[in-house]
């Protein structure tokens, strides 16, 4: 209990160094981002528009390879309906952190 708080921070820094490449999106400047916002399509495939981020590209490979290997069904009816990874693959990652919590505290 005496160091309760600083054992949290200390795991609490751990995990985010783990993730935090997830939310980073390249060592671009706000301008260069701007210019390349106009031309680009927000609903492309990763994998036709390399766009930096390491979490649309991590998903891709789950859906691009991954899937395609282990529910070859699901994997072509998602891409039928153009369903990208961005889509709900975040949503998945998020519900993955949400079970270590208690149901109530993660509305909050």
């Not at 060592?27 to 930096?52: D, F, I, L, M």
Request: glycine share 4%; aromatic share 12%; proline share 5%.
């Amino acid at each position: 209990p005496k160091f309760l708080e600083a054992d949290t921070y200390t795991l609490f820094e751990a995990l985010m160094d783990c993730v935090s490449d997830w939310y980073r999106t390249g060592h671009q400047t706000r301008s260069a981002v701007n210019k390349n916002v106009s031309g680009s399509q927000p609903w492309s495939r990763p994998r036709n528009e390399p766009n930096g981020s390491i979490i649309v590209e991590r998903l891709s490979h789950i859906q691009d390879s991954l899937l395609k290997r282990h529910d070859r069904d699901l994997y072509c009816r998602l891409e039928k309906l153009e369903i990208y990874p961005q889509l709900y693959g975040i949503r998945w990652l998020r519900l993955l952190f949400g079970r270590e919590f208690h149901f109530v505290d993660t509305l909050t």
